[in-house]
């Protein structure tokens, strides 16, 4: 009976986050005529296919107890890089390869910082963070198109669904990556160790876990997770620039937090982190819906969301110990 | 020589002295200070003159690691202060007015004290991790901002409000002697008083002062208090520096400086011993590296790669792990010689 009790409030902030999302769509469907059309959902997870899959990155990371502020800048990073190397007339796969393995690289290297020399994860993420946007402006200082015929290409291919629906094809890549960290977190031995070192390193390193090769892999998914975030903005876009994805580190953590991921680590689904991707995406379309609100109405929301969330968290866990 | 290189400010100390010698080796007019008009003129005024904020919004933080926190939000208080302030100074009637500019700088305040104290209930109160606490007020405080001037850049014409950020008192400009008064009341209350030693103890060890009777609940409230207070001021500064208010770009990237202030002042990010001399020279070094980056010609969009490598090093030079490691590597050939010397010292 405890069990269930437990377990039942370790799935209280998902089913909160589930309940406004569905509370927010209703609101939508009700005031607005074309709301209801499912392909405003769908067009949710077109715009923001690149945060589900930097937000998929940082789950990882929360769930081990660290942070990652360096995701919007390897973002930026990734963008410039792709568009500027298929500028210099590279192939498109060997520009793909090598923005991958640059924000592996950068993530291996900060996840190996913060193990061998025990310095505070947001310290160094944020000198990652400055290093990449550093790296962004002295790769160019102004946005760079990309013409490439292979990422126009993917880009501009919808995917048609039955009804007359369509999704592009970074949403489909964002839904695989998504699949395939489920399927890590939970039935390989790296997930569950994840899971271990966020509920307690002490405990998880006393049980023979390798807590040093989980930490910096932690870093280097992530690392990766933001590449391939900055090629789906690349696509989306079609263009590189030094001021992408300003601040959308952010953004992430809020994804992930709303979606139900405790920030000590150690609780929490990526699938959680795929609602609160949708919530924030909700939020900016009845901004967008709604026409008399402004912009920065987008920011004030998030951060009350934030705010609830957090609360909310700190209810669930006091109570849980 | 040793007990000189030993100590705390030796380094960051040093650092900004060659920063500023290589600016004199690169334009000799660097050091020369003008009295123009009454007024001080020169690199070095300039250097100090637009450190200041910084300056003030580094001394807040340096309260707030030394309690083991951290505050993102400042960047977004500096916004809302300077917006508040803007939007009121704007709409008086005469906005040479001394008293409505004071109300406008006297609420500024209020509010930005509000807001640090939010912060410090969501730490001090609810438990929330710094980080994450402050992030809130971080995300949503420049959509307030925003909220505030309506989107627009307010822009003001008053003189009294300009003098905050652009003002004179006896040939020095006030945003100077604004930061060094903030700097000796701060100092003087913290260190004179038992205050400091309280905040180093909890952020040695929130746990153990607690059990001491060290009311740190109340302290940590206090220093996140005391964070939006400089901040506050420090938005007054900018905004009136430019004489006008901007939600999204006022203090973009300051809390990451103030941080990084605090930081090469030798002041630990995990909280306990902290060091406001050190700080100021940290913001000043921060500045000068700005300041250099322009005077010497190097493309400014290099200072965040410097700023990098600056933070990585100084984290590392602070790691203990990395100092062990440093040290076993070195101290074989040297063991001999540290034995030498301990026979000699008693004679």
Not at chain 1, 34 to 51: E, H, K, R, T, Y
Not at chain 1, 56 to 78: C, N, P, Q, R
Not at chain 1, 141 to 163: E, K, M, N, Y
Not at chain 2, 134 to 141: C, D, E, K, R
Request: charged share 10%; net charge positive; aromatic share 8%.
């Amino acid at each position: 009976m405890t069990t269930l009790t437990v377990s039942g409030r370790r799935y209280l902030p998902i089913l909160a986050t589930l309940a406004l999302l569905i509370g927010a769509y209703g609101y939508g469907a009700a005031s607005y005529d074309s709301f209801a059309d499912p392909q405003v959902v769908l067009n949710i997870l077109i715009d923001n296919a690149f945060l589900l899959v930097v937000a998929a990155g940082m789950t990882f990371v929360i769930l081990s107890g660290g942070i990652d502020l360096s995701v919007g800048s390897v973002v930026a990073l990734s963008t410039l890089v792709s568009a500027k190397l298929l500028g210099h007339g590279w192939s498109a796969p060997a520009v793909i390869l090598v923005v991958l393995v640059i924000g592996a690289g950068l993530g291996l290297g900060m996840g190996a910082v913060i193990h061998f020399f025990e310095l505070q994860p947001f310290v160094v993420t944020l000198a990652g963070m400055f290093l990449a946007r550093g790296l962004c402006y002295t790769i160019s200082t102004s946005a760079i198109s990309i013409t490439d015929p292979f990422f126009t290409d993917v880009a501009q291919t919808p995917i048609l669904l039955p009804g007359g629906m369509h999704v592009s094809i970074g949403v489909v890549i964002a839904l695989v990556v998504v699949a395939v960290g489920v399927y890590v977190l939970h039935y390989t031995r790296f997930g569950r160790t994840v899971y271990a070192v966020g509920g307690s390193e002490q405990s998880a390193m006393l049980m023979g876990l390798p807590v040093a090769r989980t930490k910096i892999m932690v870093y280097t998914v992530s690392g990766f997770c933001s590449a391939l975030g900055g090629l789906l903005l690349a696509l989306y876009t079609l263009s590189g620039n030094p001021l992408h994805a300003i601040g959308m580190e952010l953004d992430a953590i809020a994804a992930v937090v709303i979606g139900g991921t405790i920030l000590t680590g150690g609780s929490g689904y990526l699938l959680g982190t795929v609602l609160g991707v949708t919530v924030l995406g909700m939020i900016q379309t009845l901004i967008t819906f709604d026409g008399t609100l402004s912009s920065w109405w987008t920011r004030i929301v998030i951060g009350a969301l934030l705010l609830l969330f957090i609360v909310l968290q700190r209810l669930v866990t006091r109570r849980t110990r | 020589m040793k007990t000189l290189a030993g100590h705390r400010l030796f380094w960051p100390t040093a650092a900004l002295i060659l920063l500023l010698l290589g600016n004199f080796i690169a334009s000799p007019a660097f050091f020369s200070v003008q009295l123009r008009e009454g007024h001080l003129y020169g690199s070095l005024i300039d250097i100090l003159r637009f450190g200041a904020p910084l300056i003030l919004v580094a001394l807040g933080m340096t309260l707030v690691i030394a309690t083991g926190g951290i505050d993102l939000s400042v960047g977004s208080v500096v916004a809302i202060s300077g917006a508040i302030a803007c939007l009121w100074v704007s709409r008086l009637d005469d906005q040479n007015a001394i008293g409505g500019t004071l109300a406008a700088v006297g609420i500024a305040v209020a509010l930005s004290l509000v807001l640090g104290a939010c912060n410090g209930f969501l730490v001090s109160v609810l438990g929330v991790q710094p980080i994450v606490g402050t992030l809130i007020l971080m995300v949503a405080g420049r959509g307030l901002a925003q909220l505030i001037t309506d989107g627009q850049i307010i822009t003001i014409t008053g003189d009294a409000y300009k003098a905050i950020g652009g003002g004179f008192v006896a040939t020095v400009p006030l945003s100077i002697l604004i930061a060094l008064a903030a700097f000796g009341i701060s100092a003087l209350v913290v260190r004179k008083s038992a205050l400091g030693m309280l905040i180093e103890a909890v952020g040695g060890n929130p746990e153990a002062s607690r059990l001491a009777g060290v009311a740190s609940r109340r302290l940590i409230w206090l220093t996140y208090v005391f964070c939006g207070l400089c901040a506050g001021i420090a938005g007054l500064m900018i905004s009136s520096n430019v004489s006008s208010a901007d939600g999204n770009n006022a203090g973009l990237w300051i809390e990451l400086d103030a941080i990084l202030a605090v930081v090469i002042g030798g002041t630990r990010l995990t909280g306990g011993r902290f060091s406001f001399g050190g700080t100021v020279i940290g913001a000043l070094l921060i500045q000068t590296l700005s300041t250099t980056v322009y005077t010497l010609g190097i493309p400014p969009e290099t200072t965040l790669l410097f700023k990098a490598v600056v933070v990585m090093a100084v984290c590392l030079v602070q790691s203990p792990k990395f100092r062990q490691r440093f040290r076993r590597r070195r101290s074989r050939p040297a063991v001999k010689a540290v034995k030498d010397e301990k026979v000699e010292v008693p004679v």
